[in-house]
């Protein structure tokens, strides 16, 4: 039998074995589409698509305010953060990955990634909790992302944001790149294979 699984899925498997707040029960939400959508999701979504194509967001209003998703942002905090992306490439790519015989079935990973510029890729988050790179080092998403896409490296920004009671403000960016290394495809069988 064939099977497909995504690299969010395998990266929520690493979760549930190296963190206690992933418990069986959010593994399994997560497995089928059922989780509580957050405040801050809706705002990182909204985020993401200025700075995807920020010319059919521009700003309007007084003060200026970019709009997407119906989530308003200060053009301000939108230009900060655009000073950190970089423009040009093919955004939302989809890529798969045949792995032959995992216990006994073939499987495609897919993953879905922000955007590819060159032979690199280039990802956005937002965060409204203190940063933590130990949580992003120790992620499959990007050793996923270098095998899939074939890429010579993967690339993070990741913004820091505060709601505070007057308004957003941004916290400044993050950024930070992995490359591929020696027993990248093992690490990455190993995990796969531990579902």
């Given at each position: 039998?064939?099977?497909?699984?995504?690299?969010?899925?395998?990266?929520?498997?690493?979760?549930?074995?190296?963190?206690?707040?992933?418990?069986?029960?959010?593994?399994?939400?997560?497995?089928?589409?059922?989780?509580?959508?957050?405040?801050?999701?809706?705002?990182?979504?909204?985020?993401?698509?200025?700075?995807?194509?920020?010319?059919?967001?521009?700003?309007?209003?007084?003060?200026?305010?970019?709009?997407?998703?119906?989530?308003?942002?200060p053009a301000e905090i939108v230009g900060e953060c655009l000073t950190y992306?970089?423009?040009?490439?093919?955004?939302?790519?989809?890529?798969?990955?045949?792995?032959?015989?995992?216990?006994?079935?073939?499987?495609?990973?897919?993953?879905?990634?922000?955007?590819?510029?060159?032979?690199?890729?280039?990802?956005?988050?937002?965060?409204?909790?203190?940063?933590?790179?130990?949580?992003?080092?120790?992620?499959?998403?990007?050793?996923?992302?270098?095998?899939?896409?074939?890429?010579?490296?993967?690339?993070?920004?990741?913004?820091?944001?505060?709601?505070?009671?007057?308004?957003?403000?941004?916290?400044?960016?993050?950024?930070?790149?992995?490359?591929?290394?020696?027993?990248?495809?093992?690490?990455?069988?190993?995990?796969?294979?531990?579902?």
């Amino acid at each position: 039998m064939d099977l497909r699984i995504s690299v969010s899925t395998l990266q929520a498997f690493n979760l549930l074995r190296s963190e206690e707040w992933m418990t069986d029960r959010k593994f399994l939400e997560q497995l089928e589409g059922v989780f509580v959508r957050t405040q801050e999701m809706a705002m990182g979504e909204s985020l993401h698509a200025i700075l995807e194509a920020p010319e059919l967001y521009r700003p309007e209003g007084d003060p200026p305010r970019y709009t997407a998703n119906g989530i308003s942002w200060p053009a301000e905090i939108v230009g900060e953060c655009l000073t950190y992306a970089t423009p040009g490439g093919t955004r939302e790519v989809n890529g798969y990955l045949n792995v032959a015989d995992v216990h006994g079935h073939r499987v495609t990973v897919s993953a879905r990634a922000d955007q590819i510029l060159g032979t690199g890729i280039h990802e956005h988050k937002t965060k409204w909790k203190a940063f933590d790179f130990d949580g992003y080092a120790d992620s499959y998403q990007w050793r996923w992302y270098l095998l899939v896409f074939g890429a010579a490296f993967v690339r993070y920004n990741v913004f820091a944001m505060a709601d505070l009671e007057r308004g957003l403000e941004f916290r400044g960016c993050s950024r930070f790149t992995f490359h591929p290394y020696d027993g990248l495809e093992a690490d990455c069988a190993a995990n796969l294979r531990g579902l």
